[in-house]
C-alpha cells in the first residue's frame, strides 16, 4: 500500500467533478509526476496530509503564509472578526488601518486600493496604467507571471511555463497583440519595445521573478528598466504580489532602492486569506473611480476577514520590521547552501539563489537570467529530486518555475534535516 494512497483515491474523486481534480493547475503535480497529497491540516512549518504524512513546508500556500501555519495572532483576528461577520460589501476602519500601514513604507505610495486576489491587483493596475496615459499597448517580460487576466497570459511563467504553453486559448489576438515582450535582465530587448510602439502605457515587471523559479533582477538591469520608462512616458509596475514582505520588508522596492509608479501586491498582505492591492501616488490613484473615470470594483473587496487577517501580519512584521527578513535570509542561505555543497559532492550540476525569505535553485550548469536559461534547466532531474524529497517529508513546489519560501516558524535543526534527506536523494538520482 503507498504512502499516499488516500489522496490518490482523493483524487480520483475530485477529477470525476473538478477540471483536473485541482482549482489551481500548478497543484495538479503534472510536471513532477505522481498525484499531489491532500491536505488536512497545517501547524507551524508543517503540513499534514489526509494519509497522515507529515511535511515541512516550503511552499506555504504559494507565499503568504510567512510566520507558518495556524499563527496565532492571525487565527485570533480572523475568528474574532469573523464573529461579528463575514462580509458587508461597505467601508469599515480595517480597510483604512491596513492601507496606512503598507503606504507608511512606500515613498511612491500615497494610495492603496485593495482587492481580492493578485491576479485582480495586476489586471487593476494595467486598466489604471492604460487610462492614466491613454495608451493601450502594455510590455511585459517573458516568465514573469502576473496572473491569469487576458492581456498578461501570453508567455507567461509559474503554471503556464510548467506545462509550456506560450498563451492560452480564449485570449482573443486582437487583445495580445497589445502585449509587447521583452527578455528579462537584457534592455536592449526592452529598447526594442519601445521602438517599436509609442503606444506602451507601461512595462511590468517581476522585480524579482519568483514564476521561472527564483531569478532576481541585475540592478543596472532594473535601473534602465525605470530610465526608459520615464524617457518614453511609461508608467513602471512592480508585480511584488510575491515578492512584497517577502524579500525584504518594503520588497524589491526597498532591496533595489527603486520606487515603481504602481506597485501591486497580495500573498502575505492577506496573511493566508484572498487579498490583493495596488497602489501609486495619489496623482495616479486618484484617476479610479469613484474620483475618477477609470472603473474598477468588487463584491468583496477589502473583505473585513481578509484585512483583519492581513493586518495582523502585517502588524507582526512591523514588528520585527528588517531583522525579520534577515534571520530569514539567513536561514534560506543555509538551506541553499547546504543543497549546493551536497550537490556538488555529487557533481551534480546547482544553481542556487536566496532574496529574504525566497529561495530557488535550478539543476543548471549555468547560472539563470532569464526565462530561456531556466528552460535548459534538468526538468526530469528536479522531478525525481521532488518525488523523493516529498516521500521523505520535505513539501517543494512541485514544479521548478516555482520559488520555495522560508516561515518565521522554521529553525536551524529544520534545515539541517532537509540538507540531509536532500543529500541522500541527490545521491541516489546522480
Ligand atoms: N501564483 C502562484 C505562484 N506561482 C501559483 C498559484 C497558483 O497558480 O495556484
Redesign the pocket.
Known amino acids: 500500500m503507498s504512502q499516499f494512497s488516500k489522496s490518490i483515491k482523493a483524487y480520483e474523486e475530485a477529477k470525476e467533478v473538478i477540471p483536473g481534480g ?6 495538479a503535480f503534472k510536471s513532477v509526476g505522481g498525484t499531489p497529497p491532500f491536505i488536512e491540516r497545517g501547524e507551524g512549518a508543517y503540513l499534514f496530509d489526509i494519509d497522515g504524512n507529515r511535511y515541512i513546508d516550503f511552499v506555504q500556500s ?2 503568504p503564509l510567512i510566520f507558518g501555519h495556524a499563527d496565532q495572532a492571525i487565527e485570533e483576528a480572523v475568528c474574532s472578526a469573523a464573529k461579528k461577520g463575514l462580509s458587508f460589501g461597505a467601508p469599515t476602519t480595517i480597510e483604512t488601518d491596513l492601507a496606512q500601514q503598507i503606504v507608511s513604507l512606500f515613498d511612491s505610495i500615497d494610495k492603496v486600493r485593495f482587492v481580492s486576489s ?2 485582480e491587483a495586476v489586471m487593476s493596475a494595467i486598466r489604471l496604467a492604460r487610462g492614466f496615459t491613454g495608451r493601450d499597448d502594455i510590455v511585459k517580460f517573458v516568465g514573469c ?1 502576473h ?2 487576466s487576458d492581456s498578461l497570459l501570453v508567455e507567461a ?3 503556464m511555463a510548467t506545462f509550456g504553453a506560450p498563451s492560452s486559448p480564449g485570449v482573443p489576438a486582437d487583445l495580445s497583440r497589445h502585449t509587447l515582450l521583452a527578455t528579462y535582465n537584457d534592455l536592449e530587448s526592452l529598447k526594442q519595445c519601445f521602438e517599436n510602439s509609442s503606444e506602451i502605457a507601461c512595462v511590468i515587471i517581476e522585480p524579482i521573478a ?2 521561472m523559479g527564483l531569478v532576481p533582477s541585475d540592478k543596472e538591469f532594473l535601473e534602465g528598466v525605470q530610465s526608459l520608462c520615464r524617457e518614453h512616458g511609461a508608467l513602471l509596475i512592480f508585480d511584488e ?2 515578492s512584497g514582505f517577502r524579500a525584504g520588508l518594503r520588497g524589491a522596492s526597498g532591496i533595489y532602492g527603486i520606487d515603481a509608479d504602481i506597485i501591486t501586491f ?2 502575505v498582505i492577506g496573511g493566508g486569506m484572498p487579498v490583493g492591492a495596488f497602489g501609486a501616488r495619489s496623482e495616479i490613484m486618484e484617476r479610479l473611480s469613484p474620483d475618477g473615470p477609470i472603473y474598477q470594483a468588487g463584491t468583496l473587496s477589502g473583505n473585513p476577514i481578509a484585512m483583519h487577517a492581513g493586518y495582523a501580519s502585517l502588524e507582526k512584521i512591523l514588528r520585527e520590521g528588517d531583522a525579520l527578513y534577515k534571520r530569514l535570509e539567513l536561514l534560506a542561505l543555509r538551506l541553499t547552501q547546504g543543497l549546493a555543497d551536497a550537490a556538488k559532492r555529487h557533481g551534480i550540476p546547482l544553481q542556487t539563489d536566496v532574496r529574504g525569505s525566497m529561495f530557488g535553485f535550478f539543476f543548471n550548469e549555468k547560472p539563470v537570467k532569464n526565462f530561456r536559461d531556466a528552460m535548459a534547466s534538468d526538468s526530469k532531474r528536479f522531478a525525481q529530486f521532488h518525488r523523493k524529497m516529498l516521500e521523505r517529508g520535505v513539501y517543494l ?1 512541485c ?1 521548478q ?3 520555495g519560501f522560508i516561515s518565521s516558524v522554521m529553525d536551524e535543526a529544520m534545515i539541517d534535516d532537509v540538507i540531509a534527506k536532500a543529500d541522500a536523494v541527490l545521491d541516489e538520482i546522480k
Do not use: I, L, Q
Open positions: 485541482v482549482d489551481s493547475p500548478v497543484r504559494w507565499g493578485g491576479t507571471y496572473g491569469h511563467g509559474s503554471g519568483g514564476n504580489v510575491m497580495g500573498k513546489a514544479s518555475y516555482e520559488t
